[in-house]
């Protein structure tokens, strides 16, 4: 079992800044996929941010140029710098893990998410 604690969320104005911070805890594995997934009401989880398997990082359209994502892997962490902050991005941010053994995957594990609310 993997355990992933968020923290970092709340409510900006528009065009302020938040940082995320995701630490990993349990049965952590070399190679693993980390990154941020967000949704919201009535939409499907989508991905924000993700290190892959390539060792780099896909981001979604909507924040590239505004959203960094970075790692730890000495402390099993990663963070999201969410800058020039939209209305859009609010959602609530959900921390993602998926577990490889080599090339095959394993499990996948979701923190319990944290509220980003963005005002106008």
């Known amino acids: 079992q993997v355990q992933l604690a968020e923290s970092g969320g709340g409510l900006v104005q528009a065009g302020e800044s938040l940082r995320l911070l995701c630490r990993a805890s349990?049965?952590?594995?070399?190679?693993?996929?980390m990154g941020w997934y967000r949704q919201t009401p009535g939409k499907e989880r989508e991905l924000v941010a993700e290190?892959?398997?390539?060792?780099?990082?896909d981001y979604a359209d909507s924040v590239k140029g505004r959203f960094t994502i970075s790692r730890d892997n000495t402390k099993d962490t990663v963070s999201l710098q969410m800058n020039n902050l939209k209305p859009e991005d609010t959602a609530v941010y959900f921390c993602?893990?998926?577990?490889?053994?080599?090339?095959?995957?394993?499990?996948?594990?979701w923190g319990q998410g944290t509220q980003v609310t963005v005002s106008a």
């Open positions: 993602y893990y998926h577990t490889y053994y080599g090339i095959h995957p394993g499990p996948e594990y």
């Open positions: 349990g049965d952590i594995v070399p190679v693993n996929v």
């Open positions: 290190f892959n398997l390539q060792y780099s990082i």
